[in-house]
């Protein structure tokens, strides 16, 4: 109820001891839940303060004051994308192995799901989080603030968000999509489709256009879109806009504008797919079309997966260390609980082009 | 610390009130919170032994004492297994539409961390819990009995559990079983494998013990392999346990016993794979052997995928209601938080067998 005073033998509370202590309530949550990097002088003022107001973390209150719960929060982006799945098993494995149980929200890409789970995470006393974020840009990030503000560390996953300095655990987007597109390139290819570019409703005519657009958007997206531009250009190849797709991330999308791109008079002979999604969508039109792969169309595409090794033909793809995306995020952020000081870095982790065959010359040039 | 003694001005406890009122504290926790189904007679002496003592709901300890937190704690066996992913998302979908956040915590069919998740969904005072159960039997679902003795309400989804009266949302499994291996046999097989039964090291030699080792395994296993074994005798097609794979449930195992059934004299020429990694596992084996599906070899699996629609050929596999299986497992939970009477019973949704073209005649006899 409003205006009710604190009873007079309450125990102090964790803001209490911070005032006491002339620091941050995050301080004192650090010094006092023995977790996370606090200056020798700032910690003794804490502990100072804390015995002088009788501080006592008792069982009831524990996890409502220090922290220390031994639960990890995890919010990603989709649960459904097989890449998350993965992502998510590396860090439930690696927090197991270090006595940490691992509570998992997924936002479906929304960013005002995305508060509400960090709200929701921080109520439920998560010790700290590792978050693939829909964030783009600092006016999105507050929920994130918010956790590290309360004293819960925070590591991006996937995702950087350029705003934040968090240490974040990624893939080397940028270069594996240029890999990806100098071999079709090298297989003879210069008419090569985009699936997918940024979420805008239009395509921009130019390719300085392109990369804003992208730069708005995901971080990710952004990286890939980079490294198709960078592979282009490398070999000459002029960007024409008419081979990027942009709009919703949905396979029937990605199967129609792989068949708008097939209309074009000068038409695509190869494509390079940035999500499961778009590859799927872009076989369909193939399919659909009656063409072949690779005869017709070159293929290369995000995430393999056991299904593009049976394919006819088996699929050329760029495997992502999932399973070492999540646990060297755990390894990060529980490295941090345990008293290291946060690195606040990039930590880049090698994609790998598995070729197989879906990757030959144009049509009328084998 | 131990002995403490309460202060005397400490607010009364939901325990103490539920003593108070010579009640479980389960129904105290229900009434006063306001949710699941308390007798008018039982509801009146709560509230009044509430009243009596001053009990009241502050803010601080409400999720302590109510349960009512507005968050549903959800336990999916492998959030790797895009089936599971889906129904998470419809579980999430239809609480997020009702105001309730969501917590998953995946088990990797293991039931230690099972018993791991039911603990910290509790101590994160959910209201109610979906569970997709490793359970198979009454000494295994002590920590489900825990939740449901803490007004914690249960709702099993995917895999129900006999020895637990609980509301139960399923599918079909043993029907959707029997119309594949029907199909299959309509097309002339009579060989038809099974891809997997029971993680036993051995195939039990008669269809009897068969039926055995699966009751004693998983529920939803046990019930498709019930399918398979009906379709069979109905077409008097002898069991045969060449024909039947066990062990653990991995890609390459499946590989490798369907290349021991084409190695069979009288070899299968039909496979129904009750999972998605039996289906590739499966076409692994076939393409090693340069064969062709469905020309030497039908196959009909669980469950239907993008993947498996813009295969060569197209795929006949189950589509399961996944989405569906979430929202129906959410809503239930929620009437009964909202304060219906849990019905305790089976709620079996239809799937449906997408058909495509992976299914032709025996070899020999097109």
Known sequence: ???????PSAPPTISEVAAEAGVGRATAARTLG???YVSPELKERVLAAAEKLGYRANALARSMSTGVTHTLGVIVADIGNPFFAGVVRGICDTSRARGFDTLVVSTYERLDEEVAAANVLIDKRVDGMIVASAAVDHSSVGHIRTALDRGIPVVLVDRAVPS????AVVIDNRDAAREAVEKLIAAGHRRIGFVWGPPVDKVPATRRELIAAASRNLWTDGERLRGYLDALDDAGIPFDPELVMVGPKVEKRAAREVARMLDLPDRV??????????VTGALRAIRARDLSCPGDMSLIGFDDSAWAAVMVPPLTMIEQPVHQLGSTAAEVLLDVLGGAEPRREMHTLRTRLVDRSSVAAPPGRA
């Open 1 to 7: 109820m409003s205006g009710e005073r604190p009873r």
């Open 34 to 36: 023995g977790y996370g």
């Open 164 to 167: 934040l300095d968090l240490d």
């Open 269 to 278: 002979t190869a494509l390079f797919c940035t999500e499961t999604d778009g």
